[in-house]
């Protein structure tokens, strides 16, 4: 009904059968608004889960070197937050995009017109004159449909794996050489030893300090023995 009413305030002189395009943008720019915060949340958890995964094999594969792992895991959330800014960035500009114009050359484009032309009057009988008015409609061919969730659905997945191939193939090698050559000394930082190492180190100096002791205080001991003979 708000789409009839858009379509009401638009009514001028003109051809029949011509959707006015202030109304029809009008129509897209409402229906692409509803829907922009989805790719651009499901850019978020995509990226969240590929740094877990690849923090996860990184760690996996340093184990035993505290200092590498350090790096790595500094390396990855870095460099994934800017790709998954630059994502979220991606997907904004073109939802900006999707409101703008009503223009596509994707052939699939006047199939899928044609198609939906042809259920036009069953279309407009559930529509306007079913007073129930479904919430879905069921089109041949396309089965239970809700309009306006579908344009961004190849773009998306297009350029997450786009990204994604970027990241394991260039962009973590460039970012870990980077972390461990950039300034700050990254080589430095892996010879320091772990926490672990460096709260024992006080305690084994003692132990050092407590065994020389004991070996003057042996020596003492002897040379009073030997004297005493």
Same mark, same amino acid.
């Given at each position: 009904?708000? %789409?009839?009413?858009?379509?009401? /305030?638009? &009514?001028?002189?003109?051809?029949?059968?011509?959707?006015?395009?202030?109304?029809?943008?009008?129509?897209?720019?409402?229906?692409?608004?509803?829907?922009?915060?989805?790719?651009?949340?499901?850019?978020?958890?995509?990226?969240?889960?590929?740094? %877990?995964?690849?923090?996860?094999?990184?760690?996996?594969? *340093?184990?035993?070197?505290?200092?590498?792992?350090? *790096?790595?895991?500094?390396?990855?959330?870095?460099?994934?937050?800017?790709?998954?800014?630059?994502?979220?960035?991606?997907?904004?500009?073109?939802? %900006?995009?999707?409101?703008?114009?009503?223009?596509?050359?994707?052939? /699939?484009?006047?199939?899928?017109?044609?198609?939906?032309?042809?259920?036009?009057?069953?279309?407009?009988?559930?529509?306007?004159?079913?007073?129930?008015?479904?919430? &879905? @409609?069921?089109?041949?061919?396309?089965? /239970?449909?809700?309009?306006?969730?579908?344009?961004?659905?190849?773009?998306?997945?297009?350029?997450?794996?786009?990204?994604?191939?970027?990241?394991?193939?260039?962009?973590? %090698?460039?970012? @870990?050489?980077? /972390?461990?050559?950039?300034?700050?000394?990254?080589?430095?930082?892996?010879?320091?030893?772990?926490?672990?190492?460096?709260?024992?180190?006080?305690?084994?100096?003692?132990?050092?300090?407590?065994?020389?002791?004991?070996?003057?205080?042996?020596?003492?001991?002897?040379?009073?023995?030997?004297?005493?003979?």
């Amino acid at each position: 009904m708000e %789409e009839i009413m858009v379509l009401e /305030e638009a &009514k001028g002189i003109g051809l029949p059968n011509f959707l006015p395009r202030t109304a029809f943008l009008t129509i897209l720019q409402k229906k692409v608004k509803g829907i922009s915060s989805i790719p651009i949340s499901f850019a978020e958890k995509v990226w969240n889960y590929v740094e %877990e995964v690849v923090i996860s094999v990184k760690m996996q594969h *340093s184990e035993n070197y505290y200092q590498l792992q350090l *790096s790595f895991r500094r390396a990855g959330h870095n460099l994934i937050a800017k790709m998954k800014e630059h994502s979220v960035n991606w997907v904004m500009e073109i939802v %900006e995009m999707e409101k703008l114009t009503d223009y596509t050359c994707n052939p /699939e484009y006047l199939s899928a017109w044609k198609t939906l032309m042809s259920q036009q009057d069953a279309f407009m009988k559930d529509v306007l004159i079913n007073e129930e008015r479904p919430a &879905k @409609i069921k089109l041949n061919s396309f089965g /239970e449909i809700e309009v306006g969730k579908l344009r961004l659905v190849d773009c998306m997945a297009l350029h997450l794996l786009l990204s994604a191939g970027n990241l394991v193939n260039r962009e973590f %090698e460039i970012e @870990i050489v980077n /972390e461990l050559m950039g300034p700050g000394g990254g080589i430095e930082r892996m010879l320091e030893e772990s926490p672990a190492v460096a709260a024992k180190r006080p305690k084994i100096n003692k132990s050092i300090q407590l065994l020389k002791k004991s070996k003057e205080v042996a020596k003492i001991m002897d040379k009073v023995g030997t004297y005493a003979d």
